[in-house]
């Protein structure tokens, strides 16, 4: 048998050959239709092949999920450069630099990196970090956080504060401010005494003795 199945050859026991031709069949177009052929690469067929074509009710969108650009104080903390990280965070330009740098302290807090980042630095790199803690240390949200920034770095940097004219000056000008703050707190102490004080006493007084006995006569 042939591969195409049209010759059929058989030996007979007269020494005989006997070959059988069969014509080959006929495609039928209406059960397997002729496939459109698929246009080559680089020809105007290729470049707008699916221009006509429809969604149809059962497709499916699949959502593509772009990668979020990090900022180079996240690449730095994705590395585990802490002081790289900082400073950063510190030469950052926006009008949310102030809290990018406070978020930035807080997550190195929270990995026990903030004594690596603030350490061994230079006079210039130390002056960002005395700017940012002078200009925002008095939030009122964020004033305790700082105060112990602010604590972390005179323990680093207080025995060489005197070296430097600069360094001194922002010092001077960081202790005026929280003077400034221990005072406030002071007032503001003592007037929520007086308010206990106040509200207490009027807690004490009797419905009775807030309203004169009057006379029967006079009801």
Known sequence: ????????????????LSIRHQ???????TT?????SLPQRGTYRYFVRGRNSKPKQEDV???????????LYEEHLKKFNYRKALDAALTHKGKNRFDIVYD??????RRDGLVIALSKRSEEELHPVLKFLTNRLLHPQRCRFLIDVANIVTDLYGSVVCSSKSTRAMYALLKVKLDREVQFQKQAMQLLGLLD?????????SPSSEIPNMPPHAL
């Open 1 to 16: 048998m042939s591969p195409t199945d049209t010759h059929l050859v058989v030996g007979m026991t007269t020494n005989l």
């Open 104 to 109: 930035v302290l807080q997550e190195l807090a």
């Open 61 to 71: 969108v699949v959502e593509v999920r772009r990668r979020r650009h990090l900022k």
């Open 32 to 36: 397997f239709p002729l496939l459109p």
């Open 197 to 205: 004080t106040i509200l207490l006493g009027a807690s004490k007084r």
């Open 23 to 29: 014509a080959a069949r006929k495609r039928d177009l």
